[in-house]
């Protein structure tokens, strides 16, 4: 158990809908990420926040959005979703962001219809 | 960019050994990462290396650093069915946020 939570485990929605993936780092870590996977692009990096502030971004889409809250659990945020957008959606939490080891969560499976 | 890569597939027998391999482009990766996934699963941070190092055992689990050819590889000892899975190289930068992934091995171990 590497200690980060992602709810929900599984979500199935249909196009054009918006949707919430929730993240709960490890106790004292600061620094969230989201990675998406899927079987033709890999595992692609989309967004970090280290503590409340976005730190870095990479392949997001601009009808995705994130946000770190003070209690630091994280959430992704997914809206005018495509079928496209089906895939694995990972959290994962660091204690430094800085190359540091990352610890995912079991993910969360997103199935658009 | 940086700029991570592996083979895509290796097939070994139970009992051999196993040897992932990966290359990677950043001189100045700070860590190297092994990951695991098995299905349905997330990433496991199986084992790591910092740069300094050249070698770095952990029961099976042995990391070679050649950091002149910028090649990493993880070699498995007494490969089980249990192994069988995909593995991720990875490499961090204390420059940088993030860790840049390969596409992963896959590694299927049959009796």
């Known amino acids: 158990d590497s200690g980060v939570t992602q709810t929900p485990k599984h979500l199935i929605t249909a196009t054009g809908q918006r949707v919430t993936l929730r993240c709960s780092p490890r106790s004292g870590d600061l620094s969230v990420y989201w990675y998406q996977q899927s079987l033709d692009q890999g595992l692609q990096f989309l967004i970090q926040y280290y503590n409340g502030e976005e730190r870095a971004k990479g392949n997001i889409l601009e009808r995705f959005s994130a946000q770190q809250f003070p209690d630091l659990h994280s959430e992704l945020n997914l809206s005018s979703l495509e079928l496209g957008d089906s895939a694995l959606y990972f959290c994962?939490?660091?204690?430094?962001?800085?190359?540091?080891?990352?610890?995912f969560g079991n993910g969360t499976r997103l199935t658009v219809t | 960019g940086e700029d991570v890569e592996q083979s895509l597939f290796l097939s070994v027998r139970e009992g051999d050994s196993s040897v992932i391999n990966c290359t990677y482009t950043d001189s100045s990766s700070t860590y190297l990462y092994w990951y695991k996934q098995e299905p349905g699963a997330g990433l496991q941070l199986l084992t790591y290396?910092?740069?300094?190092?050249d070698m770095k055992q952990d029961q099976r689990l042995t990391v070679l650093l050649n950091k002149k050819d910028k090649h990493l590889s993880l070699r498995i000892a007494d490969t089980q069915t249990g192994d069988s899975a995909i593995y991720f190289c990875a490499e961090g930068n204390s420059g940088y946020s993030t860790l840049t992934f390969g596409k992963g091995t896959m590694l299927l171990v049959s009796p």
């Open positions: 994962a939490s660091s204690v430094a962001g800085n190359g540091s080891p990352l610890h």
């Open positions: 290396i910092f740069s300094n190092m």
